[in-house]
């Protein structure tokens, strides 16, 4: 696997390079965004991580940039907590996920898998954990034989939490993506939203496959 880091900040810089060279990952490092993008154009690498602030060209130009020239380099930001109108930003201009600082490594090589392996066109457009399948052009869901009708929220929150099998989401995250705005902590919209999910994926099944990490957020089992 082909990385290359564009981030500034030399010490976030080495510790994505150690813990990705340590899974034996290719890593190009580059502290500036001009020189970053030049690579990213010349070079062929089968990943991104960008950093929104950088001296030279910005991550948001750079991201910009690389998909007017129609590169598809799967690109990964790293967002401070602040960003969110960068965030979203990123993401309408095409990036394929995100990353809060401070991230453990472990969660950036489980991004670094999913945008690949999405990148790849592997069952792209079908996602299946267990049983459960997603497509997602026609968007229908089946669990087995049954076919299961979802509104478009519980279609795109499942369709998260089928990304990323195995994969914490918190509240915050969901929240965001699912829909698009900041996390009031005192809401219980994504818990009233898995109930509604549960209901129709799992309540007739024999293996659970939405699992609830308390206190932190949910996952989908890899494995039934
Ligand atoms: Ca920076």
């Known amino acids: 696997m082909k990385t290359l880091v564009i981030e500034d900040e030399k010490k976030i810089a080495s510790f994505v390079r150690k813990g ?4 034996g990952f290719v890593v190009d490092v580059s502290l500036n965004g001009d020189e970053g993008f030049a690579l990213a154009t010349s070079r062929p690498y089968d990943v ?7 001296p030279g060209k910005d991550g948001l130009s750079i991201l910009r940039n690389l998909r007017d020239r129609k ?3 799967p690109v990964i930001l790293l967002t401070a907590r602040s960003e969110l109108n960068e965030r979203l930003e990123g993401l309408n201009l095409g990036a394929d996920d995100y990353l809060t600082k401070p991230f453990h490594i472990e969660e950036l090589i489980a991004r670094i898998h999913a945008v690949t392996r999405r990148a790849a066109g592997v069952s792209q457009s079908i996602l299946a954990v267990a049983d459960l399948k997603m497509n997602l052009l026609t968007r229908k869901v089946t669990r087995g034989e049954g076919a299961i009708e979802l509104t478009a929220r519980e279609f795109s929150l499942l369709e998260h939490l089928m990304r990323s099998p195995g994969r914490v989401l918190t509240r915050v995250e969901i929240c965001e993506r699912v829909w698009d705005y900041n996390f009031d902590p005192d809401t219980n919209l994504v818990d009233v939203y898995i109930q509604r999910l549960r209901k129709k994926v799992d309540d007739d099944a024999q293996h659970k496959l939405i699992e609830t990490i308390r206190g932190v957020g949910y996952c989908i089992k890899a494995d039934a």
Not at 20 to 23: P, T, V
């Open 20 to 23: 990705l060279e340590a899974q």
């Open 48 to 54: 991104a991580i960008l950093d929104i602030m950088l």
């Open 71 to 73: 590169i598809s380099l």
